[in-house]
């Protein structure tokens, strides 16, 4: 199997695991809309922007790797249709699959970012409500680890995709 056709079978399977993250985020996207008051008191616009991006983006992006996964191991992760003959050209597809893990931890960390930033907003909203002249913090606990780790994940993702090529010859080191 050459490499193009590994790499498009496993941006395959990293599109259907997206579809599985949207699917999995069914519940807790929808379940707002049950009680008509929190719909009232957080306002329809937000919730519906919080199952977008907790449903929608993640189906549009697992659709896209899916369906179009020659298009992705083309212009977006670089691969050349080479036939591996020895075992220096593994070091290839161990970049492509170093840049796809950090290219699905990238993304994973801007949903959950988003994801957690509409909750702080929702929590902001109903503090203002309920205490208006109450002092606290401004974000909690909660939102701001979310914050934080989907920061760092994002940072670290961002870097296997810059510098996969840096972490493959290091592995290569340390198997010698």
Do not use: C
Request: aromatic share 10%; no cysteine.
């Amino acid at each position: 199997m050459e490499h193009r056709a590994l790499a498009a079978l496993i941006v395959r399977l990293a599109g259907l695991w997206e579809v599985v993250v949207a699917l999995n985020g069914v519940p807790a996207a929808l379940g707002s809309f049950i009680n008509a008051e929190y719909v009232q008191k957080a306002g329809l616009g937000w919730l519906v922007l919080h199952a977008l991006f907790t449903i929608g983006v993640p189906l549009l992006l697992g659709f896209v790797l899916i369906y179009l996964p020659r298009s992705v191991t083309t212009r977006v992760l670089n691969v050349q249709g080479i036939q591996p003959e020895n075992s220096s050209e593994a070091f290839l597809l161990e970049r492509v699959l170093v840049s796809l893990l950090g290219l699905w931890f990238a993304i994973q960390a801007v949903l959950d970012g988003l994801h957690v930033f509409s909750r702080w907003l929702l929590y902001r909203r109903f503090v203002e409500d309920q205490y208006q002249s109450a002092t606290g913090p401004a974000i909690g606990p909660q939102e701001f680890a979310g914050l934080i780790t989907a920061s760092v994940q994002l940072a670290f993702g961002l870097w296997l995709v810059l510098g996969s090529r840096g972490i493959v010859n290091a592995i290569a080191r340390l198997r010698r």
